[in-house]
């Protein structure tokens, strides 16, 4: 399975990002997937999942301006980000969570730097 993040950017405060996350090895449809971020000096933090069933979850934070989807036929994982604000700056990183013989198993992509300026 790999993951290949892109779509980080440079953007005004207001603005808006849509990050994509391009699969092979699985079909996005029957695995769940997400993304993670990383801010400067913190941990890295859990920003939207949505399930294999469909089920989406958000932080907080993003509720109302963040948007995870998924294209099947284009194995891709989406985050539409809106009304970006400062504190939305880190690295993103997708993931995907699946089921192998040997049990189950967390791929990653490499991450794209999504910075905001005031």
């Known amino acids: 399975v790999q993951l290949q993040a892109s779509g980080g950017g440079l953007v005004q405060a207001g603005g808006s990002l849509r990050l994509s996350c391009a699969a092979s090895g699985i079909v996005v449809g029957f695995v769940d997937m997400g993304w993670y971020r990383q801010a400067p000096g913190k941990q890295r933090e859990l920003v939207a999942t949505i399930t294999s069933g469909g089920s989406i979850v958000y932080v907080d934070s993003v509720k109302g301006r963040y948007t995870i989807s998924r294209d099947n036929a284009k194995r891709t994982l989406y985050l539409q980000m809106n009304s970006l604000i400062p504190e939305d700056t880190g690295v993103y990183y997708c993931?995907?969570?699946?089921?192998?013989?040997?049990?189950?198993?967390?791929?990653w992509g490499q991450g794209t730097q999504v910075t905001v300026s005031s």
């Open positions: 993931y995907a969570e699946y089921p192998t013989t040997s049990g189950r198993r967390t791929s």
